[in-house]
């Protein structure tokens, strides 16, 4: 699984957010989900080729200038997406959207590579 965090001044909340990141990357199967794992209780799921996108508000310390949680997971097999960093930096910076990748996400020596 490869992790995002980011910002776009351009979106006024995660709604808007994911609308502007999935019509990007040209997600057109996704949904809202509700779950208590995630801030306000929601998340989004998309299908991208070759994998799976999940975008949340995130709540990680040291990276309040990134709001937006954006994860990816690729199909076991898949070569469609062999670049995900490319993949997504382009896409998103195309849009205005601000991204960084987040390298061991989630533990203590994580750290963000900026875009």
């Known amino acids: 699984m490869v992790h995002f965090l980011c910002s776009d001044e351009q979106s006024k909340d995660l709604s808007d957010f994911v609308r502007r990141v ?4 040209d997600v057109t199967d996704s949904m809202e989900r509700v779950s208590s794992h995630y ?8 299908k991208i080729d ?19 949680w954006l994860s990816i997971e690729i199909d076991v097999g898949s070569g469609t997406l062999v670049n995900v960093d490319m993949f997504i930096r ?5 849009s205005g959207i601000r991204i960084a990748k987040i390298e061991n996400f ?7 590579v900026d875009y």
């Open 50 to 68: 070759g994998g799976q996108l999940k975008i949340a508000l995130s709540d990680e310390v040291g990276f309040d200038d990134l709001p937006y």
């Open 106 to 112: 989630g533990k203590k020596n994580m750290f963000r």
């Open 22 to 25: 999935f019509k990007a990357l």
């Open 90 to 94: 382009k896409a998103l910076s195309t």
């Open 39 to 46: 801030l306000e209780e929601r998340y989004f799921v998309g």
